[in-house]
């Protein structure tokens, strides 16, 4: 097997974070914008563009991470944005190391993690960096997005409890009481449009001291793809910090364009594993055992529908021996 390629870290960037933590030189951004980019050009552009139309009286760097892109994007940007500070990347080093890697390279006293997805409307970033300016007792700050066509996109939720992890992904999650508890943590008594405290914000677009961040060790680069926000709010929580969802900071959010480009049964497996090693690093090894009995319950109930729907026993064996690599695959760690 190939050696495992280390994980950047701050100390790698070193020479571009030597200043003390709370030292500001007189060049120091205001804000440091951080976008990953994977096989989304014309919508990485469209995001860059929008923040150019941006005015604002503060000074910005805009970091663009880009994950191995097939599609030409790293030479668009560094030819159509001369300005933006461009890092590429041979390989898809997925969400929580590519999101570091930008986190580390920035040196603005403000730092916001934005999905290539996302088109920022005017005094939008303005209005979020206000509140935590005004608040510091606040961790973390997000706006309101919505779709292209108006519509809110209702992206907040309630941490997860330890039973949340199988009403995610069983039939009980459709049933009293456990569409209650799903219905609970979706936050679905909150229709978004005040703003108000949450746990966890939407996380196409997320703003914190760049301090704190790094001193909180950035995103885990465990959760490689999924619960890294999830995990990122629970730490903020932990440490008494609270969390702000702006209603009146608007963000265009296309949604989910680079996963759409990724194989749906190794997003599938990712997803298991990252949410293993969160309930495992949550809850220890109750967590773990307890998810691994939830991977197993859902797997029952998908050999159940393969066994009762219309298909032949050819079919079914196919479906059963999918079903047996995918399982084996999410276990493996």
């Not at 571009?16 to 120091?28: D, Q, Y």
């Not at 880009?66 to 933006?84: K, L, Q, T």
């Not at 997925?94 to 930008?102: K, M, P, W």
């Not at 229709?191 to 001193?215: I, L, N, W, Y």
Request: aromatic share 8%; hydrophobic share 40%.
């Amino acid at each position: 097997m190939p050696t495992p390629r280390k994980p950047l870290c701050p100390e790698d960037f070193s020479p571009l974070s030597s200043l003390p933590k709370n030292a500001m030189s007189p060049n120091t951004p205001s804000l440091s914008i951080v976008i990953l980019s994977w096989n989304t050009l014309e919508l990485t552009c469209k995001c860059i563009e929008s923040l150019y139309a941006d005015t604002t009286g503060r000074s910005r760097e805009i970091i663009v991470v880009d994950n191995g892109s097939a599609d030409g994007s790293a030479d668009a940007i560094a030819e159509r944005f001369p300005d933006v500070i461009l890092i590429r990347n041979a390989d898809n080093r997925l969400y929580s190391e590519g999101n570091n890697q930008g986190a580390w390279r920035a040196t603005g006293e403000y730092l916001c993690l934005l999905n290539s997805d996302t088109e920022v409307s005017v005094g939008a970033l303005d209005k979020v960096q206000d509140f935590l300016i005004a608040n510091p007792d606040y961790g973390a700050a997000s706006p309101k997005l919505i779709w292209p066509d108006g519509k809110v996109q209702c992206a907040s939720n309630r941490l997860p409890t330890i039973l949340a992890a199988v009403t995610e992904v069983t039939v009980l999650g459709d049933v009293p009481p456990g569409n209650w508890l799903s219905d609970w943590t979706h936050m679905k008594d909150f229709d978004h449009q005040t703003s108000r405290d949450v746990d966890q914000p939407p996380g196409a677009c997320v703003m914190m001291k760049r301090t704190e961040f790094v001193a909180m060790g950035g995103l885990d680069q465990t959760l490689s793809l999924y619960f890294n926000d999830v995990d990122l709010c629970d730490r903020l929580k932990r440490a008494g910090r609270k969390v702000r969802y702006i209603a009146d900071a608007v963000v265009v959010h296309h949604a989910g364009q680079s996963a759409l480009k990724l194989n749906r049964e190794k997003l599938g497996i990712l997803w298991w594993r990252n949410q293993h090693s969160y309930y495992r690093k949550r809850w220890g090894r109750v967590g773990g055992a307890w998810h691994r009995l939830v991977l197993f319950a859902w797997a029952t109930e998908q050999a159940s529908r393969y066994r009762l729907g219309p298909k032949t026993p050819e079919q079914r064996r196919a479906a059963m021996d999918e079903l047996k690599t995918h399982v084996r695959a999410c276990l493996a760690q």
